[in-house]
C-alpha cells in the first residue's frame, strides 16, 4: 500500500474550555502532529498492522517531525524533500461543543523536478494507491487524473479523497479510480448543487459509479456512511463513542477502505471495518486509531443497512 500527499501539514491542535469569537482565549494544552490526508491514512493503516510507504513532499527544514511519526509507526519513508519549511495548520478545539475550528495555510511551491519525483515514487505502487488531499501552488489540478491512468494501467487499484478542481479533473476520466470518498460538502460541490438528503445523495453517488468508480463512500458526518456499487448501496451508522478529536476521522475511513480491499472483504463488512475505524479514531488525537482488536470489536457492533 501507497499513499501520496502532495500538501502536507503539521497540524497543531490547540484545545479550548470554549471558543469565544474576538477574546482573549486561554489554552488548555497544545498537541503538533504530522498530518495531510495521506500521512494521516498511511498512520492509521500502520496502527492496523499493515506494511505501508509514504510519499509526498516535505519541507526539509522541519521534517523531523514526520521522521518521527514514521519511525514510530514503520512506514517507509519515500517522501521528497523540496526547500523551506513544511506549513502549520491551526485546529482549535472547543471542548464544550466538540467542534474544531480549522486554519489551514497555503503550504510550499514545489518545482517541476520535485513534483516528477515524487511521481516516480507513487509508480512504485504495486496493490492500492491512495491519492488524497490538497495540492500545492502550482501543480496542475489534473495530477491525480494523469497518476490514476498509469496507475490502473499496471492493475493497480486507486482509492482518491480530493475536492475541487483535483476531483472534478479525475472525475472526468477517460480512467476512474476504484474507489472514491468525498464528504456531503465535496460531492455537492463536485455536482454544482445541494444535496440535502440521503436519496439525492445516494442518486450522485450512483451517478459516479456509473461514470466507471467501483465503490463511492460519501461520509455524513455523525450521520454515519454510504458505501455504493454498481450492485448494491449500504448506510452504516457511526457508534455512540466518546469523543476526543473529530481531524483525521474521514482520513480514518479511507484507511479502513483500504484495509478492507486489500483483504478482499464483501461491502458489508468492508463498510462496517471503514466506520469503525473512524470511529475509533474519534478517541484519540492525532491520525490514529487505537489498535487492531479495538477496531475490530466496534466493528462487530456494526450493522450495514440496505438503502434505495
Not at 158 to 187: C, F, I, T, W
Amino acid at each position: 500500500m501507497l499513499t501520496l500527499t502532495l500538501n502536507p501539514a503539521i497540524d497543531a491542535t490547540v484545545t479550548l474550555e470554549a471558543l469565544r469569537p474576538g477574546a482573549v482565549n486561554t489554552a488548555l494544552h497544545t498537541e503538533r502532529h504530522a498530518a495531510g490526508k495521506g500521512i494521516n491514512v498511511a498512520a492509521c493503516l500502520a496502527d492496523w498492522g499493515a506494511d505501508v510507504t509514504a510519499t509526498g513532499l516535505l519541507g526539509a527544514d522541519n521534517d523531523s517531525i514526520f521522521r518521527s511519526l514514521f519511525r514510530e509507526k514503520l512506514i517507509a519513508d519515500r517522501c521528497i524533500r523540496i526547500p523551506g519549511e513544511t506549513r502549520t495548520n491551526i485546529k482549535i478545539l472547543d471542548r464544550t461543543s466538540g467542534e474544531t475550528t480549522d486554519i489551514n495555510m497555503p503550504g510550499l511551491a514545489p518545482d517541476a523536478g520535485a513534483v516528477e519525483s515524487c511521481i516516480a515514487e507513487v509508480q512504485r505502487a504495486t496493490d492500492i494507491a491512495v491519492l488524497s488531499g490538497s495540492l500545492p501552488r502550482g501543480v496542475a489540478p489534473d495530477i491525480y487524473a494523469r497518476l490514476t491512468a498509469t496507475l490502473a494501467a499496471r492493475g493497480v487499484r486507486v482509492v482518491a479523497d480530493a475536492s475541487g478542481g483535483p476531483l472534478q479533473a479525475l472525475l472526468a476520466g477517460p480512467v476512474m479510480p476504484h474507489a472514491v470518498k468525498p464528504n456531503r460538502h465535496e460531492l455537492e460541490g463536485l455536482v454544482g448543487h445541494a444535496l440535502p438528503d440521503t436519496a439525492a445523495l445516494l442518486a450522485a453517488a450512483r451517478r459516479l459509479v456509473a461514470q466507471g468508480v467501483g465503490l463511492v463512500v460519501v461520509s455524513m458526518g455523525g450521520e454515519g456512511a454510504l458505501f455504493v456499487t454498481a450492485d448494491a448501496a449500504l448506510r452504516v451508522k457511526p457508534p455512540s463513542v466518546p469523543v476526543t478529536s473529530s481531524v483525521g476521522a474521514g482520513d480514518a475511513m479511507v484507511a479502513g477502505i483500504v484495509a478492507g480491499l486489500a483483504e478482499k472483504l464483501p461491502l458489508p463488512a468492508l463498510a462496517c471495518r471503514a466506520t469503525a475505524f473512524a470511529a475509533g479514531k474519534l478517541r484519540k488525537t492525532g491520525a490514529q486509531i487505537p489498535g487492531r482488536a479495538a477496531v475490530e470489536a466496534i466493528a462487530a457492533t456494526l450493522a450495514a443497512d440496505p438503502i434505495d
